[in-house]
Nanobody, 126 residues
Framework: QVPLVESGGGLVQPGESLKLSCLASGFTLDRYTIGWFRQAPGKEREGVSFMSESGGSTKYADSVKGRFTISRDNAKNMMYLQMNSLKPDDTAVYFC???????????????????WGQGTQVTVSS
């Protein structure tokens, strides 16, 4: 059983929107700090957005602030990344991730989650 499974990636034109979804299985997402990472060809993986266990705290990479929104639906064991005004530089494989415990925020924002998704490709091109 794969713990995190992303969906919603695809090919879009600049300026368009996509919403990524991530389903958690085998654990209860409401006890986890959640986040999204991305990795473009030839580049290191980078953190895109994070949300605390309670949902009260969020963090965004400067490159996506004002365009991307992270959210969660604990009843469905799902997390989401709404991406608006997409740019070619947003092209990457996007991964969801989750980390638990009191140090979950630290470990997730430092790229050391308990669980990773398998990734979904987002391509922004005209």
């Amino acid at each position: 059983q794969v713990p995190l499974v992303e969906s919603g990636g695809g090919l879009v034109q600049p300026g368009e929107s996509l919403k990524l979804s991530c389903l958690a299985s085998g654990f209860t997402l409401d006890r986890y700090t959640i986040g999204w990472f991305r990795q473009a060809p030839g580049k290191e993986r980078e953190g895109v957005s994070f949300m605390s266990e309670s949902g009260g705290s969020t963090k965004y990479a400067d490159s996506v602030k004002g365009r991307f929104t992270i959210s969660r639906d604990n009843a469905k064991n799902m997390m989401y990344l709404q991406m608006n005004s997409l740019k070619p530089d947003d092209t990457a494989v996007y991964f969801c991730a989750a980390a638990t415990g009191g140090s979950g925020w630290y470990y997730l924002t430092h790229g050391e989650p308990d669980f990773w998704g398998q990734g979904t490709q987002v391509t922004v091109s005209s």
